[in-house]
Structure formats: structure tokens, C-alpha cells
């Protein structure tokens, strides 16, 4: 086997270094009632060859472009990914190393992690960044206990317009914790509600999602002086990080904690795994962040270097009082991320985003001509809702045989909103695209 | 790491067990930590000074010193309120390292039982104390 | 005797910020063929402050960046606990298949067959391995596994009507162990190991009480011994109706030998980017699957993958679900590359264990002299060493891990576990060949020769990376985290 490199004359010269007749002497300490009963049931090791025959046959069963025209966001963005970006991710140096805890090592690592430190700062308008959390959704769960901590209370208010499965996530991480969860609502202009906020106290942060889960811009502002009034953090999440190319940031409107959904810079969608925490604060708070941070500094001689820092908060030394568990995070996604946003530069960020947004634009106004519902009138970015008439389930499912996913369904996480679906459509859909699925529609 | 025979050990103040030192100055106590904890410690980097104005009782974790390797918690040597705090440590954590009995001072503490004090190890008592560590 | 560390030309790469010129370009955007739409002026912001580069100062950058890296593919990585094996390139080629790579999450299940397909079956390997019946591949680390289990705690005592707010954790623990069960509101309450190296069982009765959740345990600990009291333990433990969480970092040393359900097990995480050769990536992605046994099914997160005559679903209906951890269903191209590792090695994992256990062994058995062994008796996957004997030359653990890197040798976990003051930590896994682990032990004699005889050579190193030893301090004092930022 090409992973297992001892002979039979290595495994007997080793055993005799070591003093023992066989490989099974190795394990006495292994008492016999821990012992498996059986050997492992595992089908038989495939070849290379068989195995690729096995597992691209599950991978052709896929949806996928471009047989497939799939206009589904909600968390998950179809983005052109350039074949540049593949290469250098491929480079072994920096998917096959360790966590940099030997800084003179892994310059590399550090050097990229902490240009996509600053990346992720500047993009949305924070200090500081950390060097990922795993995905946006535990991200959210992160901030909002690091507002817990910070604040010293444990009363929240998150938006029902944070995409749902978030809010399931925030919902398992802080329960059990003993914490109160409030859900605000949403009006009708599609942003969330924050009247019953008024004069409000024990809080400890309030969470919204810009743009939200109908893809609607939530006004940050107005949801950062409301919090400041009643002294509280803002916490603004985020599932497509490509909207800050276009929009004001977060942190130009208040926020004093920023994560979110990293997965449309660079990552492959993946049946939604492995994501990108992205996730940035005030400089007042660092102490108090979860994650990784590289920061700058010189050697012995004087040369500029990078190292892990401020580990003091991080598991391995506070044990049960670091400001997080977590490890292993989402490194490598985060360098693919930097790697994206170094390859789109400013102004190709600026132009792509825009791309979307007038794609979408055009798409919402062929449906309008077509007669179909927008209900929601505030501005959104590549996404937005829907309203069809009852009956769409057969629709949709004719669209399917025709290999196109006409958006997401949203009757199964709100209730009032059984005949509307969320739409949406990236640089990735071409024009006929959008002609096609109107058409289709229109029958 | 410095051997015993060269740590600084101060006669005229009282020590803790958990390294601390506590010295009586008019009607305040003044606290800090010893050279044996910063050297153990390391460089500091960052020193979670008491909060001002709270009241602790004796061995409560009132503060936090971090070195890049470590965190060692601050515990009171005698009860009371927290009188001041050594602003200087926030922009200079390494005066704990360089001056830990001068001016890497960190609280003063309006003791609530001065008796306390005479709980505290002398020089002496603390010099046997780290020969048995 | 040739060493592999040698001198060589590296090149400096300045920061990306230090480089480009507004108007160029790194990418090729697409054809724009809709017209400009109207946009709210208010909303809009100017963008990040980005510089614009072109594709070669992106390559040249990335490129320049990686040779400063040291990877499994440049050289053995004998992190302990860690388990650096090679990361077989075939299992990239199967998660980069686009019929994976291109799915989104939220198709319908009729159109994601395949990879459900994939992640049940998953599902049912590692159950076998482990010997456990039911598994969640949803947490994105070993971490996250943990949490997942101290939440699986929560639920089965609330379940019972049962409120404990405590739960052992070994001297020997990773920091995420405690970490993770105080992130569930559980204090952890520490447990000494015994002059063996391992949990005794009169220890663990002698803590055990109706107020502990349950144990955590490491096993093989982080000491690289098998923790032989195990069952007695998780007899004491169950009979308070406490639960026994494994922390199966360790895996490689027992795969197709020890069954984590004959030891009492009732819940275990796993860490794919360890045992099951996903690669590390500089920290992530991973994966940490929970495996379970049959009590604790109902706990498990939702969704879980249903099959029904050869239809795979998600499904969330399972009203004692302890909930979400992932915003999806886990890091799913990770779980394609563990998936593809287990089937090209099937029932020869044992083989993998086999060889890893010979090869720690074999170090342990050549170094002993060398450095001082933390405990004189045969070791599992990993060996645990310190610096007593390097006392007189004030020579540290540190000093010597900084000279092996010289040596063309990524250094051993150092100063982890707490248990041994100055530890060093070996585990050389299965794929490293027997010229290797000579190279390795030459080196490290080599090494403790220096701190003889040239001490100096080690308190300065490393000599020959791209940057000498670090100004950690510096870096915490003053922290600067983003380019042009103190923070």
C-alpha cells in the first residue's frame, strides 16, 4: 500500500530494536476486553483506479453547473473561482503544514493569514480581524458570546431575518449556556424590526444580518444608535461578503463585532462544507475575541516577521477560561479567501460587485414585467423574494426537470410566506440565462 | 530562571503563598508580586489591574498578570476595597518584570482588618517556603 | 551521515498592501451583459481599500509565501497527538470533482444523491471503526466535536430530569477538553493521573458524584498510553448514570484493535484531519464527527441523512436533537477526503495502527538515552520525552526544538502535556519509512551532542529559516494585527 512504506525486513529489524517477536506484542497493554471482537468490516481497499470509478459516479448523480441553471443563495454563493487561485492553493506548503506554532517555519502561513487579517478589517470597516472561525453561522454563535463576556449579561436580540439555520446554531450554542434569546420581527419593507427595543436594558448585544436572509440591506445605523442608547454592542452578520463592494460596512455604520460567511471569496460551494468564519471587532475588544491572531513583529536580528499572538485568550493556556474552544479552525479557506480578494484587487471587487447587483436588478424587473410580486421594497444585492401564486410547487418542479432550481422555497422557515421563493443570480448567469427562466416562468 | 539566592526578597514587606507581596503604607496596603512570580512568569505582557472601587476579600482573584506563555491569577493578601490602581502598568506591563517591588506596584487596598497582615509570611517564612518548592 | 536541513536562496515578498497599482487587474471578470441599474446613493460605499495587482504579483506573492512554509510534503512533522501523515493527493482529486465542489447545500434531495449517498455510507464506516452505533458528521473540528458531545451531556441529564454541573477532566487533557465543557456551564474538575501515566480507577470513584455530567478521557492519552483502567472507570461513572465522552485524537494508535464501545464509551469525536489524512491546512478546515451509541441516538444534531430504499434525505425531524452546530450538514469536502482515504485503505487500517505504534516505538526505544524518558515503559503511537537531562548545560525543550528545524526537521509538540515539565512529544505516524526515523534520531542526538558541547548553537537557533527566533513578546505587548494598524 503506497501510504505504508515498511518492509517486512524494516517491521523485523524494528521489532528487534524495540525487543518484541511481533507487531501484535506491541498492543499487550490493551487489555483483552477492550479488545474488538471481530476484525474491521470495511469493503476491501479499492485501487486508484477503482476508486475513481466509484466516487465520480456519486459525483456525476449532482446537480451542478453547467448542466444545471441554479439561482439558489441563502448562504451558499455560486462565484467564478480563477484557475490562478486553484493552482496556488494546491501548493502543498500551505495545505499540507501544521498550525503555525513554529513561527520561523511557517512564514508563509503567518505572512497570508495575516494579509487576510487585514483584508477582512478593511472590508468591513472594523480594526481588527481574527484568523477564522469555521463557518459564519458558529461565528455568530461566537460574537454573540463574546457580547456576553464583554457586557457581562446574558439577554440577546437577534433579527428573524438572520438566515434561519444561523439562528438554529445560535439557538444550540447559548441555550444550554443559560442564556435569554429574543427574536425580533420584521416589517413589511423586509428589514427587521428593532421598535420593541426601546428602552430595553440588560442586553447584552443585538444581531442583524445585512444583507438579511431576503437580501435586503438592513439600516446599520439606525440599529447602532438605537443600541448605543440603550447600551448595548451591535452585532451585524453577514452570508455574502461581496455586498461590501457595493454597500457601506458594517463598521462604518456602528457595528462593534462584524462576522459572517466568507465562502463567496474564493471557496467552493461544497454541499455547503468546509466554510469561512469571517469575524472582526473594535480594537477595545481584542482581548475579549475567540480565534487565532497573527500579529507583526521582528526577529533577533531585525528582520519583520509574523507570529501567533495573544494566545493567552486561546484554549491551550486559559483551559476552561480561553474566550472560545476553539482549535482548528478554517485556515486554509481563509488564505484561499485572501487569495481571491489579492486577485480581484479593489477595483475588480468594486466592478464584480456591481455586476451582481445589476444582474439581479435586471432579473427583478423582467419579473415585474412578467407580472410577478417583489414584495419587499427595500434595495437588495444579489438575492431577493419573490411572491408566485399558490400552486408554484409545480411549477418549480417542472423547472426542475428542465435542470433549472428556481430559488429557494421559503414556506418551510416562515410561515407567512408559503408562495414565495428567494432568488438569486451571480455574475455566473448570463443574461439568457435570465431570459430562459422568465420564460419559463411566464408559461 | 533565577535561583533562590538571587531573587529579590524585600525584609520590610509581607509575602503570600501565591506570590504576592502585601506592605503596610500609612492606612493603605500596597500590593504587588514578588520576583519569584515574575520570573516564573516571564515577560508580561498585559496586567488585568483590580477594578477600582471593588471590594474583596482575602484570596479573592481580583486581577490577571499574562505573559506571552501564561496567565497568572492575582489573588488578594488581605481583604478590603480597592483604593488604586497602577495606571503605568497599562502602557508598561514590564515595570512588573523590571520593578516588581518599586514601581511594578499594582493595587493599593484599604484593608477592612488590618490583622490580616500579621497573617502574611515574614521574609524569612517565604524563603523557607520556596526552598520546599 | 547527511542531514536534510541545508542553506539555500529564499526570496523576500513585502506585503501585499506594499504592492500593485490602482487599475490593474488579477482576474478575469466576466462579460458584463445587463445594463448599469439604478442605485440608492445612501446605501452605497465606496468599497475596501484593496490594492489592485495583476495575476503574476499574485503568483510570485503566493509562490514566494509557500517556500517559506514547511509542510508534510517537505518533511516529517512528529507533532504529537497531531498524527501529520501524508495526505494522499487521489482524496484532493475526489473532493475537487465538480459534481462535489459545485453543490449547493440547499438542492433538493432528489438532485444531491450522490454526495448524501457518500456522507451516509461515511457514516456507517466510521461507526465500524470506532465499534459505536450512530454518528453525526456535522462539527467542523475536533473542538466542536467536543462541544457537540458536552451538549449530548446537557441533553440526556435533562432528559432524565437530572441537573449535574460537573465533569472530570484528566491531568493529561488537551485545553480544548476543558474549554469545551465550560463552554456548556460545566466546571471542570480535575483528575491527577497515576506514576503509570494513566487515570487510576479509585481516583475517578473518588470525584464521581450525582452532580458530574460525566469524564472526559483521552485514549491513548496524551502521554501515549492506553488507558488500562478504562472499563472500571466507566463502570464508576455509569453508576452514578455519569457519561464517558472520548476525545479520539489519539485513534491511529488503536484503529481495527481496541473498540471504543467495549470501553464503556458512550460518546466519541473523531479528528479527520488527523487519523483519517485530511490535510491540516495550517489550521483547518477539519472535521470532528461524533459517534454515539444506540441512548444516545435521539441527542444527536439534525439534520440526519435518511435512506430508504436507496433514496437518501435530510431530515430535521427528530425532536430530542440538541440542534445545529454547522450551518449545513459539516465540512463536506473534508468528509469526501476522509471517505476516500477509508476506502483505499479498508480492513489494512489496522495495518496503519500497527506501524504507527511500531514506529513511535522504535524512537522511543533509540532516543532513550538520549533524552530523558517521562515514563520508562512501552508507549502507544506517540512517546513523551523531556529536558531533565539537558538541565546542566541550561539547555530547554525549546532550544532544542528550535535546532532540530536546522536539522531539515519540523520540531515535536513541546511543553504539551503540562503533566511533564519540559515535554517533548513524538509521534512519527504510520507513513514515515524506517531511513526517516534513523535521520530523525541521528539528528536529535546530534542536537543533544550541541548542548554539550556548543550550547550557544542552541539558545540562538534556528539559523537557517527565512527568520530567526521571534519577538513574541513585542508581539503581545504592542499587538499590530492588520497592516498600517497598531491595534
Known amino acids: 500500500m503506497r501510504y505504508l512504506p515498511h518492509t517486512e525486513e524494516d517491521v523485523a529489524e524494528m521489532l528487534q530494536v524495540i525487543g518484541v517477536s511481533s507487531l501484535e506484542d506491541l498492543f499487550s497493554s490493551i487489555p483483552e476486553d477492550c479488545r474488538r471482537k471481530t476484525g474491521l468490516r470495511l469493503p476491501d481497499p479499492a485501487t486508484e483506479w477503482e476508486l475513481n470509478d466509484i466516487i465520480s459516479a456519486l459525483a456525476q448523480s449532482m446537480a451542478v453547473a453547467p448542466a444545471y441553471k441554479v439561482f439558489l443563495g441563502a448562504g451558499s454563493y455560486e462565484h467564478y473561482i480563477p484557475a490562478s487561485m486553484s493552482y496556488l492553493l494546491g501548493r502543498s506548503e500551505f495545505s499540507t503544514s501544521y498550525t503555525p506554532y513554529q513561527p520561523e517555519i511557517s512564514q508563509g502561513t503567518l505572512q497570508a493569514i495575516f494579509e487576510y487579517q487585514t483584508f477582512v478589517a478593511s472590508l468591513l470597516g472594523m480594526d481588527v480581524a481574527n484568523a477564522s472561525l469555521y463557518d459564519g453561522a458558529s461565528a455568530l454563535a461566537e460574537a454573540l458570546l463574546m457580547a456576553a463576556r464583554v457586557m457581562g449579561l446574558k439577554k440577546v436580540a437577534i433579527s428573524s431575518l438572520i438566515h434561519p439555520l444561523y439562528r438554529h446554531v445560535v439557538h444550540t450554542y447559548l441555550e444550554p449556556a443559560g442564556f435569554e434569546i429574543i427574536e425580533l420581527p420584521y416589517s413589511a419593507d423586509g428589514r427587521t424590526d428593532i421598535s420593541g427595543l426601546d428602552g430595553m436594558e440588560g442586553l447584552a448585544g443585538i444581531a442583524v444580518q445585512s444583507p438579511n436572509f431576503f437580501g435586503c440591506v438592513e439600516d446599520i445605523a439606525a440599529v447602532s444608535t438605537l443600541a448605543r442608547a440603550i447600551r448595548t454592542l451591535t452585532i451585524v452578520s453577514f452570508n455574502e461578503p461581496l455586498a461590501y463592494g457595493l454597500y457601506k460596512n458594517p463598521g462604518s455604520q456602528g457595528a462593534d463585532i462584524c462576522c459572517g460567511e466568507g465562502q463567496s471569496f474564493g471557496i467552493s460551494q461544497s454541499f455547503g462544507g468546509p466554510g469561512l468564519g469571517m469575524f472582526a471587532c473594535r480594537k477595545q475588544h481584542i482581548r475579549s475575541m475567540p480565534g487565532r491572531l497573527v500579529g507583526k513583529t521582528v526577529d533577533i536580528e531585525g528582520k519583520p516577521g509574523f507570529v501567533l499572538t495573544l494566545a493567552t485568550r486561546e484554549q491551550h493556556i486559559r483551559r476552561e477560561k480561553a474566550t472560545s474552544n476553539i482549535c482548528t479552525n478554517s485556515s486554509l479557506c481563509a488564505v484561499a479567501s485572501a487569495m481571491y480578494m489579492a486577485s480581484l484587487g479593489g477595483s475588480g471587487l468594486r466592478e464584480l460587485a456591481r455586476l451582481n447587483y445589476d444582474k439581479s436588478e435586471y432579473f427583478k424587473s423582467e419579473l415585474r414585467n412578467a407580472g410577478f410580486k417583489i414584495p419587499f421594497a427595500t434595495s437588495t444585492f444579489n438575492e431577493f423574494v419573490v411572491e408566485f401564486s399558490p400552486g408554484f410547487e409545480a411549477v418549480y418542479k417542472r423547472l426542475l426537470d428542465l435542470k433549472i432550481v428556481a430559488g429557494l422555497p421559503l414556506g418551510s422557515f416562515y410561515n407567512e410566506l408559503s408562495d414565495h421563493c428567494l432568488l438569486c443570480v451571480t455574475e455566473t448567469k448570463s443574461r439568457q440565462d435570465i431570459d430562459a427562466l422568465v420564460a419559463e416562468l411566464r408559461r | ?133 | 551521515m547527511e542531514f536534510s536541513g541545508s542553506t539555500g536562496l529564499v526570496l523576500n515578498e513585502p506585503l501585499l498592501f506594499e504592492k500593485g497599482k490602482k487599475g490593474r487587474s488579477g482576474i478575469s471578470l466576466p462579460r458584463r451583459d445587463v445594463d448599469f441599474a439604478e442605485l440608492d446613493e445612501a446605501l452605497k460605499g465606496d468599497g475596501p481599500d484593496f490594492p489592485d495587482l495583476c495575476e503574476v504579483e499574485v503568483v510570485r506573492h503566493y509562490t514566494r509565501l509557500s517556500t517559506w512554509n514547511f509542510g508534510i510534503d517537505t518533511g516529517m512533522y512528529p507533532l504529537g497527538s497531531c498524527t501529520m501523515k501524508y495526505n494522499p493527493k487521489i482524496n484532493e482529486k475526489q473532493a475537487a470533482l465538480p459534481g462535489f465542489a459545485g453543490a449547493h447545500p440547499l438542492l433538493p434531495s432528489v438532485l444531491s444523491q450522490g454526495v448524501l449517498k457518500l456522507m451516509f455510507e461515511l457514516e456507517s464506516l466510521l461507526a465500524e471503526i470506532t465499534g459505536m452505533d450512530a454518528v453525526s458528521l456535522q462539527p467542523s473540528a475536533g473542538a466542536q466535536g467536543e462541544l457537540t458531545g458536552m451538549l449530548l451531556f446537557h441533553a440526556y441529564h435533562k432528559h432524565n430530569k437530572s441537573s449535574r454541573s460537573k465533569v472530570i477532566v484528566p491531568d493529561t487533557a488537551h485545553g480544548t477538553n476543558p474549554a469545551s465543557a465550560a463552554l456548556c456551564g460545566y466546571s471542570p474538575v480535575c483528575v491527577k493521573s497515576n506514576d503509570r501515566g494513566v487515570l487510576a480507577a479509585d481516583a475517578v470513584a473518588e470525584v464521581m458524584d450525582d452532580e458530574t455530567a460525566g469524564i472526559m478521557v483521552t485514549n491513548p492519552n496524551t502521554l501515549g498510553f492506553f488507558e488500562e483502567n478504562i472499563k472500571e472507570i466507566a463502570r464508576i461513572v455509569h453508576a452514578k448514570d455519569g457519561l464517558v465522552y472520548a476525545d479520539g485524537a489519539n485513534m491511529n494508535a488503536i484503529l481495527g484493535i481496541a473498540s471504543m464501545a467495549e470501553l464503556g464509551v458512550d460518546i466519541l469525536h473523531l479528528n479527520l484531519h488527523k487519523t483519517f489524512s485530511t490535510p491540516h491546512g495550517g489550521g483547518g478546515p477539519g472535521a470532528g464527527p461524533v459517534c454515539v451509541r444506540k441512548h444516545l441516538e435521539p441527542f444527536l444534531p439534525a439534520p440526519r441523512i435518511l435512506a430508504d430504499d436507496g433514496k437518501y434525505s435530510l431530515s430535521y425531524d427528530f425532536p430530542s436533537s440538541i440542534g445545529k452546530l454547522h450551518a449545513f450538514y459539516g465540512n463536506t469536502g473534508v468528509l469526501i477526503r476522509a471517505y476516500s482515504y477509508i476506502r483505499s485503505l479498508g480492513p489494512e487500517l489496522k495495518k496503519v495502527s500497527q506501524l504507527a505504534v511500531l514506529n513511535a516505538n522504535y524512537i522511543r526505544e533509540k532516543l532513550k538515552h538520549t533524552l530523558h524518558l517521562a515514563y520508562d515503559r512501552p508507549c502507544m503511537h506517540e512517546c513523551v520525552f523531556s529536558d531533565k537531562l539537558q538541565a546542566s548545560s541550561k539547555t530547554t525543550t525549546l532550544d532544542m526544538a528550535k535546532r532540530l528545524i536546522d536539522f531539515g526537521f519540523h520540531p515535536p509538540t513541546i511543553y504539551f502535556p503540562l503533566v511533564v515539565p519540559g515535554a517533548i512529544m513524538i509521534e512519527p505516524t504510520e507513513t514515515e519509512c524506517k531511513e526517516e526515523l534513523d535521520l530523525f534520531i541521528e539528528a536529535f542526538k546530534a542536537v543533544v551532542k550541541e548542548a554539550g558541547e556548543h550550547p550557544e548553537l542552541l539558545h540562538d537557533a534556528p539559523w537557517r529559516p527565512k527568520v530567526r527566533r521571534l519577538d513574541e513578546t513585542g508581539a503581545a505587548r504592542n499587538p499590530r494585527l492588520t497592516c498600517g494598524g497598531g491595534a
Open chain 2, 1 to 133: 530562571m533565577k535561583e533562590i539566592s538571587e531573587l529579590l526578597i524585600p525584609q520590610d514587606i509581607r509575602y503570600t503563598k501565591d506570590h504576592e507581596w502585601a506592605k503596610l503604607d500609612g492606612d493603605k496596603v500596597r500590593i504587588g508580586v514578588t520576583d519569584y512570580a515574575q520570573d516564573r512568569l516571564g515577560d508580561i505582557v498585559f496586567v488585568e489591574l483590580p477594578q477600582l472601587g471593588k471590594k474583596f476579600k482575602k484570596g479573592d482573584g481580583c486581577g490577571t498578570l499574562e505573559s506571552v506563555k501564561a496567565v497568572g491569577e492575582l489573588y488578594m493578601p488581605v481583604g478590603g476595597e480597592v483604593v488604586g490602581v497602577n495606571k503605568k502598568l497599562e502602557d508598561s506591563p514590564d515595570l512588573v518584570n523590571t520593578s516588581p517591588y518599586t514601581d511594578g506596584w499594582i493595587a493599593d487596598i484599604n484593608p477592612s482588618d488590618r490583622s490580616e497582615m500579621d497573617g502574611l509570611m515574614t521574609h524569612d517564612a517565604y524563603i523557607e517556603m520556596l526552598k520546599g518548592l
